[in-house]
């Protein structure tokens, strides 16, 4: 095989990878992913041991209890999410709990480059909730007020339109059961394991740190993808 050969293959893996339709497509038996960066290069508003335990210990847990409890599923992970209503409450917290962190990951990184708003991402946000700070407080709002363990999330809606919703457990808004249902471009986590070693019960401070370590250019290829759905 020659090297551009390759380099294209490996560019090739590296879209895919990263779109909503690889995680939507995965089959079952479901598979805990690597994550793309080291534990300890989010330090800035996530620690090290958070990010071990919540990549190998919390999501580990959800990918082998979903696929112990569907060993023979045939359907993709997003037909089981759209149907989840259909399925009983270990599945819709282990599946979801799976989707949601592999889709998590994917909207934090260490690289700086990625953490730049793209332009066309800001002047839609800018159009929809009046400024960036405006969105900002909002989601922080959202996920600070979201009672218990659950997830904030930035979706693109029925009507294609930017929304900010939260939801419980390891719900999201795919699933059929969701009171506010879009395409999600961008979820936080506000389970107290993402963020009790380093801010303990400081939940706004946790939203207001994770803004450092937003992969806005992740975000901005999930909301073009949404976009066409
Ligand atoms: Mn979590």
New binding site residues.
């Given amino acids: 095989m020659n090297s551009i050969f390759a380099i294209m293959l490996l560019f090739g893996s590296f879209v895919s990878a990263g779109s909503l339709k690889s995680l939507n497509n995965e089959k079952f038996p479901l598979q805990l992913p690597k994550l793309e960066y080291a534990t300890d290069s989010l330090i800035q508003a996530v620690d090290k041991e958070t990010m071990e335990i919540?990549h190998g210990k919390?999501h580990k847990a959800y990918v082998d209890n979903a696929n112990n409890l569907l060993p023979k599923e045939n359907k993709k992970v997003i037909q089981v999410l759209k149907s989840i209503s259909q399925y009983p409450a270990g599945v819709k917290n282990n599946v979801g709990g799976h989707w949601n962190?592999a889709f998590f990951w994917k909207v934090l990184t260490p690289d700086v480059k990625k953490q730049t708003m793209p332009s066309r991402l800001q002047k839609e946000i800018e159009s929809t909730f009046g400024s960036v700070e405006n969105f900002k407080a909002e989601v922080e709002k959202q996920g600070a007020s979201r009672f218990g363990s659950g997830w904030v999330w930035v979706i693109r809606n029925g009507d294609k339109k930017l929304e900010i919703t939260a939801t419980e457990y390891q719900d999201n808004p795919l699933m059929d059961s969701a009171a506010v249902k879009g395409t999600p471009v961008l979820g936080i986590?506000v389970?107290e394991?993402?963020y009790y070693l380093k801010y303990q019960n400081k939940r706004a401070d946790y939203l207001k740190g994770i803004w450092s370590i937003i992969n806005w250019k992740q975000v901005d290829e999930f909301d073009r993808e949404a976009l066409k759905m």
């Fill in positions: 919540h919390h962190h986590d389970w394991h993402a």
